[in-house]
């Protein structure tokens, strides 16, 4: 098992930048990939940006151009760099992890179902 937990959300206005973080515990060990999500009241939840071991990362189309990933195997900890925030990146923020390569996931890391382990959130609130 894997638990993961955010932290770092909270309110900004637009033009803003929010640092994420996810501490991941237990069988990190086997952990080979590790991405955020988010998702907006009556949305889908999509991926913003995956990363794995071999150091290979995947950008979704959210959050293109403002967002940088990065992490820490020996602390076990994933950070997600949002700038220049918009209101309409308002969701949940999720950190997600899978025992497979990006090359390995279905989707490469962008669709939800490619990660079996979840965090519960952290709420991103921009305002106009």
């Known amino acids: 098992q894997v638990q993961l937990v955010e932290s770092g959300g909270g309110s900004v206005q637009a033009g803003g930048s929010l640092r994420l973080s996810c501490a991941a515990s237990g069988y990190t060990y086997s952990v080979y990939s590790m991405a955020w999500f988010r998702q907006a009241p009556g949305k889908e939840r999509e991926g913003i940006v995956a990363i794995d071991t071999d150091g290979r990362i995947r950008y979704g189309d959210s959050l293109a151009g403002r967002s940088a990933i990065s992490q820490d195997k020996a602390k076990n900890t994933l950070w997600l760099q949002m700038n220049s925030l918009k209101p309409e990146d308002t969701a949940m923020y999720y950190c997600?992890?899978?025992?497979?390569?990006?090359?390995?996931?279905?989707?490469?890391?962008?669709?939800?179902?490619?990660?079996?382990?979840w965090g519960q959130g952290t709420q991103v609130t921009v305002s106009s």
């Open positions: 997600a992890a899978d025992f497979r390569s990006l090359r390995g996931l279905p989707y490469g890391g962008m669709g939800p179902s490619d990660f079996r382990y």
